[in-house]
T-cell receptor
Framework: KQEVTQIPAALSVPEGENLVLNCSFTDSAIYNLQWFRQDPGKGLTSLLL?????REQTSGRLNASLDKSSGRSTLYIAASQPGDSATYLCAVRGNTGFQKLVFGTGTRLLVSP | NAGVTQTPKFRILKIGQSMTLQCTQD?????MYWYRQDPGMGLKLIYYSVGAGITDKGEVPNGYNVSRSTTEDFPLRLELAAPSQTSVYFC????????????FGSGTRLTVV
């Protein structure tokens, strides 16, 4: 059974810092890994999608890496801003059965001005 | 470009009442999913569908039912609501090709009192 873990559970940083969020998964039989952002009381916004054959994806100040063999992914946020404050969720899509998406419990990020 | 639309956004139910959460998507995705999100927990899969007329149980299906009569719609039915069903419910959809990511609706916040 796939299990996804995110560390740390919460993170507080001053504005301008570069930061790394971690995600680990137990089963490397995946199609892809997706990072989402969730603002309080809101839905999930997809940030980056990395295919199992890829090593990284970039979008603006965000860079996500994937090491499938070790079951790890990182989300790097450069020059953090108060507007980056949100919960970040990592999810992996399996490549067996109906390929369900399995979520971690998220990292709650607070960026202070 | 509506994506995945969920209604209602908020609802308060009394114990024992029933209701249907609506979900529709306009992306011609054949896979659709219902998740629930409880505070401090990751998203848990309730039911999923791989196409019109085909549905199956996820991790936490008890107390819920679904139907999929069209590609676009995937309603979730709560029968005899219980306080344990107080949660935020998210509908999502995707193509069946594993290389695609999921698209989520904005969620329905349900309180059972």
């Amino acid at each position: 059974k796939q299990e996804v873990t995110q560390i740390p559970a919460a993170l507080s940083v001053p504005e301008g810092e570069n930061l790394v969020l971690n995600c680990s998964f137990t089963d490397s039989a995946i199609y892809n890994l997706q990072w989402f952002r969730q603002d309080p009381g809101k839905g999930l916004t997809s940030l980056l999608l990395i295919q199992s054959s890829q090593r990284e994806q970039t979008s603006g100040r965000l860079n996500a890496s994937l090491d499938k063999s070790s079951g790890r992914s990182t989300l790097y946020i450069a020059a953090s801003q108060p507007g980056d404050s949100a919960t970040y969720l990592c999810a992996v899509r399996g490549n067996t059965g109906f390929q369900k998406l399995v979520f971690g419990t998220g990292t709650r990020l607070l960026v202070s001005p | 470009n509506a994506g995945v639309t969920q209604t209602p956004k908020f609802r308060i139910l009394k114990i024992g009442q029933s209701m249907t959460l609506q979900c529709t998507q306009d992306m011609n995705h054949n896979y659709m999913y219902w998740y629930r999100q409880d505070p401090g927990m990751g998203l848990k899969l309730i039911y999923y569908s791989v196409g019109a007329g085909i549905t199956d149980k996820g991790e936490v299906p008890n107390g819920y039912n679904v139907s999929r009569s069209t590609t676009e719609d995937f309603p979730l039915r709560l029968e005899l609501a219980a306080p344990s069903q107080t949660s935020v419910y998210f509908c999502a959809s995707s193509f069946d090709k594993g290389t695609y990511g999921y698209t989520f609706g904005s969620g329905t916040r349900l309180t059972v009192v």
